[in-house]
Structures are given as C-alpha cells and as structure tokens.
C-alpha cells in the first residue's frame, strides 16, 4: 500500500511538473505573438509614412531636380554622412528589414509604387538609425523585440522574405529626361492694333466719349494719331464723324443719346465695359505708352461717361502690362461756352464732373489733366462759321498737344527735349497747361522773355491756374536756320527766357529745347505738368460774370 502511495505521489509531481513547464512554454509563446504583433504594427506605420512621404516627394519632383542640379555636391557629401551613419547604428538592418517588409506588405502588386514606397522605406530606416544612434540602450531593447517577432514562424512571412525587390536606380539627371519646357520663356504677346502715322517720341491711344469725345478723337486721328475709338450712346453722332466705322462704339441703351442726363452715360459704359476694352485691346493693340480719355464735361454721355471710361483706360492700361496705370491715362476735357453753361443743367454737369476728375487728377489717379476752355478759345477765333467752329477748336487743340510729342522725337544740333523729358511732364500728374507764342522780336533779350510770360499768361487753353504749384515745364525754342546762324547773343536771349519761365513757375524742373528749321520765324512752344487744379476757374461755370 504505501508503495503504490508512493508511486502515486510521484506521478502526480510529474504530471504537475509537466503542467508547469506546458504553462510556461505557453506563457512564452504569447509574449512572443504579442511582441510579433507589435513589430509588425510599427512595420506598417512605417510604411503608412514613407507611402505619404512618397507621394510628396511624387508632387514636387521638379523641385527636387531642381536642388539637385544646383548643389550636386552636398548631396555627394550627405550621402557619405548618411552610409556612415548608417553604418553605424546597430538597429539600422532590423529597422531597414522591417520597413522593407512593410514596403511590401503595403503595396505588393505594383511594381512602380514598390520601388518608390521601398526607396522612402530606406530612407526612413535610414533616419531612424540616426535618430535612435544616441540612445543605445533603447536601441537594442527595441531590436531583440523585433528579432524575436521575426523569429515566429508565420506561414506568409517566409516566402515574402525571399522575394528580391529590383533596385530602383538612382535619382540622377541622367534618370530623369530633359523637357523642352525647361528653358520656355513666356515672351509678352505683341498685337500691332492699328497702324499709327504720326511723328512722336510717344505712341497715344484714344478714347473719345459723347459728341465732344468723338471730335476731338477725329482731330488726333486727322494727325495720324489712328489708334482712336470714338464711344457714343447715339448712332447719329457717330455717323457723321469721319473714322473707320469698325473704330465706332455705340452704347446702345435703347435712345438717341443721353439728353444731358448723367446717369445714362454712366450706365451706358457700366453696362459695355467688358466689351469696350476687348475694343480697346484690338484697335490700341500692345504698344501704347499713354491713353487719352476726351470728352466734354456737361454732356450726358461725355460727363457722365468720364469715371468709367477712365476706369476702361486704366483696365487697358493694366492688361498690356503697364506698372502704374495712374501715370499713364490723362484726361483732355472741355468746359462749356458761357453762352452753353447758361443751362443750369449742362452748368452743373460741367461743375460735377469737372470736380470729381479734377480730384482724381490731385490725387495722382490720372496724369495729366488737359482743361480746355472752350470759351476762352471760341475768343481767339472770333468770326468762325458755324462749320468751322468746332472743328478750329478742336485742330487747335490737337495741334499744339502734337508738337511737343513731335518736338521730342525729333534731333538738335543745339539743345533737346527728349523724349524723356516729355514723359516726365506728361506723367507728373496733377493738370497740364500747354502754350505758343510767335516772336518778332527775337533780337531783344527782354522782348523774347516777355513773350514766354504772355505765352503762359494769354495763349494757354484754360485760364486760372497757379503756375507756381508747377512741378515741371518744357520750353523749347524753335528759329529759322539762318536765324540760329546769325543773330547775336540769340543764345543768351534764350538762356534768358528759360530763367524767366524757372521763375513764373516756382522753380519746377525746365526742360529745354532749342531747334532749327527752315520758316524765318522765332517760336517758344511751353508745356507745364504738374499744376494744381484750377478751382476758382470750374466755381465761375455756377456764376458767369
Ligand atoms: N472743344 C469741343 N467741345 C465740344 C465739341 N462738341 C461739344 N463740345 C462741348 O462739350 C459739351 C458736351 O456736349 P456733347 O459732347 O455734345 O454732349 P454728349 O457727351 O454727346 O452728351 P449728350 O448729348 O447729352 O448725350 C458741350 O457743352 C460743348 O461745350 C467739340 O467738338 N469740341
Ligand atoms: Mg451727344
């Protein structure tokens, strides 16, 4: 009996030994499965990374080429950093295995995104040997857990580690070809517009608006200025104005004109705007320097037009490329007859309009402002037919706005304004005020001078301003050839009335000319830019004397 106890006893020891050594071998087991699991988790996120490094590495590839190209040899030299950090670092094979595994786990049919996703891999193995270098005790704790869960037996594991992923080849130029793209330059569209015939140092557009608009338009066109587009909200007037017809814009707002009311000839231009600067950008084509916007304040289409069709020059202005759009649309507007301005209507309109361009031009918005006085010109050519008497004031006006443009384009063999000089004028904002004087006495020192002062004083086209507040003039000077050759001290005579006209003008800048042709005549030509807004003048279109 107490045999067979015995023997009992020791078969129940064994039987608990075995028992014991079963739990503990599965113990093992699944803390084994679990560091398994574990690896393979941070395999995948590893691979999730790289897969979203690939695909912005895949959205800036020039970028990328392009830091190559440029330092080709710190790449050199981070590679051999890199291999040796590589090389280095113990965890580095572990990482790099399992992300490779995780490369392919993540895309294992398309070859194309196995390279890449692989290439990224190794690079983020790469980094997290170098940034895990320091730190070796965590390093190694990290690689026996990964050892291990490569050492579980798992029937899809095996053979995926045998398959050999091709090697991608290097990024180099020679990997990527060269596109014709690469050295395309966007060249500035050039469109010819309409054929200028004028002679100038600089190219004009214009745009005429209203009756008055369209007239004066006509006198530039008649100089060989063609690039004109004459706006009316009335086929009538724009009939009889003698221009290619495909250079007429009308307005069409369902009446024959806007019968002095402002707000027509606003919405008018609001409501074509689009379509009139596609006609501008067809008849002026590219190669303006400045824009014009003519027409007569107290009109309903001119007047009220004026803001918009502004805003029309400058948008075109804008679209061939012009930098300051403010410096290169002027404004030529008429002011009204004292006879005309007796209509309160067509009085306020002109008062209105007047004001709001003349602040506009105060503020550097337009350069520059030409005010003609319509008045003040209908005197100097007393007499004039009823035919005749727009047109003369109209040629008059184009006429003298011409020579200085003609004046700077042409050569001295004494003095120049060149065409730099007009410019500054013409793009010093604020008003413009332009003049010519005939001298008879060009012998006389004090007679020449006196006669710029009149030019500036009696021959200008608008009265009232504060030739003072000038900012800059140009003068030129222009005798017959044997004149120039032969009158003593006519030098110094000229030299004279360009200080006189420095000092009417408050020192502005004078530019000067002095020319030669064949007439046997002395004439001062003057242009001031940059003058202040008449006020007191635009006050009296309310109360004529
Ligand atoms: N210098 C000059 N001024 C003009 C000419 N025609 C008209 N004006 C002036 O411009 C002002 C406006 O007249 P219009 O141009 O006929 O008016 P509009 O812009 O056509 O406007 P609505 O007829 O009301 O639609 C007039 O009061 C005149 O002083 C012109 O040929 N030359
Ligand atoms: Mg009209």
Same mark, same amino acid.
């Not at 090697?167 to 469109?191: C, G, I, T, Y």
């Not at 003609?372 to 004039?384: A, F, H, Q, T, W």
């Given at each position: 009996m107490a045999k067979r106890k015995k023997a009992t006893k020791k078969t129940a020891r064994k039987s608990a030994k075995k028992t014991a050594s079963k739990k503990k071998t599965t113990q093992k087991a699944g803390t084994q499965k679990a560091t398994a699991k574990k690896a393979r988790k941070s395999a995948k996120k590893t691979a999730k990374r790289a897969a979203v490094r690939t695909k912005a590495a895949k959205k800036t590839p020039k970028k990328k080429a392009a830091k190559k190209a440029k330092a080709p040899k710190k790449t050199a030299k981070q590679k051999v950093t890199r291999k040796k950090a590589a090389k280095k670092a113990t965890p580095k094979k572990a990482t790099k295995r399992t992300a490779k595994k995780a490369a392919k786990k993540a895309t294992p049919k398309k070859a194309a995104k196995k390279k890449a996703v692989k290439r990224t891999a190794k690079k983020a193995a790469k980094k997290a040997a170098r940034k895990t270098a320091p730190a070796k005790a965590k390093q190694t704790t990290?690689?026996?857990?990964?050892?291990?869960? =490569?050492? !579980?037996?798992?029937?899809?594991? @095996?053979?995926?580690?045998? !398959?050999?992923?091709?090697?991608?080849?290097?990024?180099? =130029?020679?990997? $990527?070809?060269?596109?014709?793209?690469?050295?395309?330059?966007?060249?500035?569209?050039?469109?010819?517009?309409?054929?200028?015939?004028f002679v100038g140092s600089t190219r004009y557009a214009w745009l005429g608006s209203g009756q008055c608009g369209g007239r004066l338009v006509k006198s530039f066109y008649d100089l060989g200025y063609k690039k004109v587009i004459a706006a009316n909200t009335t086929h009538h007037d724009l009939d009889l104005l003698d221009i290619p017809a495909d250079q007429k814009f009308l307005m069409d707002i369902g009446e024959f004109g806007a019968g002095k009311d402002m707000g027509r000839g606003r919405d008018a231009v609001s409501r074509c705007r689009q379509e009139l600067l596609h006609e501008a950008r067809q008849k002026f084509g590219t190669e303006v320097e400045h824009i014009m916007v003519c027409f007569g304040a107290g009109g309903g289409t001119g007047g009220g037009s004026a803001l918009e069709m502004i805003g029309v020059a400058k948008d075109y202005a804008r679209s061939i490329g012009k930098k300051e759009p403010a410096r290169s649309v002027g404004v030529i507007m008429t002011l009204p007859t004292i006879g005309e301005a007796a209509s309160p209507q067509v009085a306020q309109?002109?008062?209105?309009?007047?004001?709001?361009?003349?602040? $506009? @031009?105060?503020?550097?918005?337009?350069?520059?402002? +030409?005010?003609?006085?319509?008045?003040? +010109?209908? =005197?100097?050519?007393?007499?004039?037919?009823?035919?005749?008497?727009?047109? %003369? +004031?109209?040629?008059? !006006?184009?006429?003298?706005?011409?020579?200085?443009? =003609?004046?700077?384009?042409?050569? %001295?063999?004494?003095?120049?304004?060149?065409?730099?000089?007009?410019?500054? +004028?013409?793009?010093?904002?604020?008003?413009?005020i332009m003049g010519l004087t005939k001298v008879s006495e060009y012998q006389d020192r004090f007679a020449l001078s006196s006669a710029v002062r009149r030019n500036l004083e009696k021959t200008l086209l608008c009265d009232g301003f504060d030739l003072a507040s000038a900012k800059v003039a140009g003068c030129a000077v222009v005798g017959g050839k044997s004149m120039m050759a032969q009158t003593p001290a006519l030098q110094d005579n000229i030299n004279y009335a360009f200080d006189v006209l420095a000092e009417i003008t408050g020192n502005a800048t004078i530019h000067r000319g002095i020319y030669e042709d064949q007439r046997n005549s002395l004439r001062v030509y003057t242009i001031i830019g940059g003058l202040d807004f008449p006020a007191a003048r635009i006050e009296k279109i309310l109360t004529p004397a």
């Open positions: 990290k690689t026996k857990k990964a050892k291990t869960a =490569r050492r !579980v037996p798992t029937p899809k594991a @095996a053979p995926r580690a045998k !398959v050999e992923t091709p090697k991608a080849p290097p990024a180099s =130029r020679d990997v $990527l070809p060269v596109l014709d793209l690469e050295s395309f330059e966007a060249k500035p569209l050039v469109e010819p517009g309409v054929k200028d015939e309109n002109a008062y209105n309009v007047a004001n709001e361009v003349g602040q $506009l @031009a105060m503020e550097g918005q337009i350069s520059p402002l +030409i005010i003609i006085d319509n008045e003040k +010109i209908s =005197r100097m050519y007393p007499g004039l037919t009823v035919k005749d008497f727009w047109p %003369s +004031i109209n040629s008059t !006006v184009a006429s003298l706005f011409d020579i200085f443009n =003609r004046l700077s384009s042409l050569s %001295s063999p004494y003095t120049s304004l060149d065409p730099v000089d007009y410019q500054s +004028i013409v793009r010093a904002g604020g008003c413009a």
